[in-house]
């Protein structure tokens, strides 16, 4: 049995099965570069305050430096019964320097240097996201800009609404991604403060700098009150609740591409990289991964209820719940940064069949707002043209046609201030064209949208 490294004031261990219960090495081990990086910067400030000699600084820090070389090297082994990544790394830190290795723990406590490995880890994930957040805009931008003048049908209740250029539609989530990477980037400012020298809770009696190692870690600043310091898990929260938001906005888009990816719609085909085959129905390919993301949006959910749960009714400051803060926010990284791979790929490189979404706006009734307009810009009250309108296209309907069919006479029945000019005006092309008005689907608009777009991320317009 290991003599456990707090176990002073105990008169007998904890049974196999406990320690077990209570360890989290089984998920913090994924913190070891964290946790070794700020007890490095740990090290270096209690040399400098002279809390510990030169020499025993030395000693710690090369023992520290050893350890860093095997986590990289993936050859520490951790043992369940020294409960986390703190206490196992600690141990064979003094296995391996001897008894100055106990020293490193002088002036802090596992509670703020478990604070400072997630706020460390966690600011690395977050550029990471916004990195390849912009790097999927990037990939919306690319098919957008071959596809300003793609004629597609625009929905609202999933019924032909009005046509849209298919740019407009994918910018759509150009502008979803963008508030995505604001919320991440705002939240960076939260993140990167530092927790350490907080102690237990209240701070310590050693001289120390906190600001200091703040610095050495490549924080902005230190957090101003210990107690909170310790307890925070807002950052935790920020981020998950960011990261939900964005596998909403990429569940929407998922949820797209399986439909257009679809017979019914025939809108898109996925390059067979993203797509999967049947074990029995040799014919299909199946837009499995866009699928899989929409399913993965429920358990970023669920990582993010989970922690406001446990977080709620938590009283100051450090309690072992926390210790539940982890296994979400790895699961929650790991499926972020994967979901945002797989999209870029899958929307770089699907194909637009630009045929059959032209085809299919010319032979549905989503140019009645076009005779509507058309109707009141001559004079006529929107509703009642709205109404001259609606009877035209029930007409068609018992004719079996739609609008740009429908004989001059028959419409000059409804109003005479219908004339030959309509049948532009009808025009999938011209009802896009037109719709100029500031962020509509116009083509002049939809170019000027995507010269933004270029610019805030950064890339040469044309
Ligand atoms: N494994 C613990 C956690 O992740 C580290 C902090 C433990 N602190 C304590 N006082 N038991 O929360």
Redesign the pocket.
């Given at each position: 049995m290991t003599e456990k490294l707090w176990g002073g004031r105990f008169q007998k261990t904890a049974e196999e099965w406990v320690d077990e219960f209570g360890a989290?090495i089984g998920f913090?081990r994924e913190l070891v570069l964290e946790d070794l990086e700020g007890s490095t910067a740990h090290v270096k400030m209690l040399g400098k305050c002279g809390i510990l000699t030169q020499e025993e600084t030395e000693a710690i820090l090369g023992g520290l430096e050893k350890l860093k070389e095997q986590a990289k090297a993936d050859e520490l082994e951790y043992s369940v019964e020294l409960?986390?990544?703190?206490l196992n790394l600690e141990k064979k830190l003094t296995d391996d320097i001897g008894p100055v290795g106990g020293k490193l723990h002088t002036g802090r406590?596992?509670?703020d240097?478990?604070a400072t490995d997630m706020h460390l880890y966690l600011k690395e994930r977050t550029k990471e996201i916004i990195a390849l957040t912009e790097d999927f805009q990037q990939a919306i931008l690319e098919q957008a800009e071959a596809h300003v003048e793609t004629l597609a049908p625009g929905y609202t209740h999933l019924q032909r609404a009005q046509p849209v250029s298919f740019a407009h539609h994918l910018m759509a989530y150009f502008w979803m991604l963008e508030r995505d990477k604001g919320r991440f980037t705002d939240s960076l400012k939260r993140i990167d403060l530092s927790p350490l020298g907080a102690g237990?809770l209240a701070g310590t009696t050693f001289p120390i700098d906190r600001h200091y190692s703040a610095e050495l870690l490549g924080f902005a600043g230190v957090y101003e009150n210990s107690m909170d310091a310790v307890s925070d898990r807002d950052f935790i929260v920020e981020f998950l609740s960011a990261s939900s938001l964005l596998m909403a906005h990429l569940s929407r888009l998922a949820e797209e591409i399986i439909l257009w990816s679809s017979q019914e719609f025939g809108f898109i085909e996925l390059d067979d990289a993203f797509s999967t085959g049947s074990s029995i129905m040799p014919q299909k390919k199946n837009p499995d991964m866009a699928e899989l993301i929409r399913g993965k949006t429920g358990r970023v959910y669920g990582n993010l209820i989970g922690l406001l749960t446990t977080l709620k009714g938590l009283p100051l400051a450090?309690n072992?719940d926390?210790?539940e803060?982890?296994e979400g926010m790895f699961d929650t990284v790991k499926t972020v940064t994967g979901s945002l791979r797989i999209f870029a790929g899958m929307i770089r490189t699907m194909t637009v069949n630009t045929d059959v979404m032209e085809e299919e706006v010319s032979k549905d009734f989503s140019n009645a707002t076009e005779l509507a307009d058309y109707l009141a810009a001559k004079g006529m009250p929107f509703r009642e043209a709205h109404e001259v309108t609606g009877k035209l296209v029930f007409t068609c309907i018992q004719k079996g046609c739609v609008l740009k069919d429908l004989p001059l006479s028959d419409m000059q029945e409804e109003s005479t201030l219908i004339e030959e000019d309509i049948y532009d005006v009808l025009a999938p092309v011209a009802a896009v064209r037109r719709r100029n008005s500031y962020g509509g689907t116009g083509f002049d608009q939809v170019c000027v949208q995507i010269g933004k777009a270029k610019e805030l991320i950064g890339v040469a317009t044309k």
């Open positions: 989290s913090d409960e986390d990544i703190h406590s596992r509670n240097q478990v237990a450090y072992k926390m210790q803060d982890k």
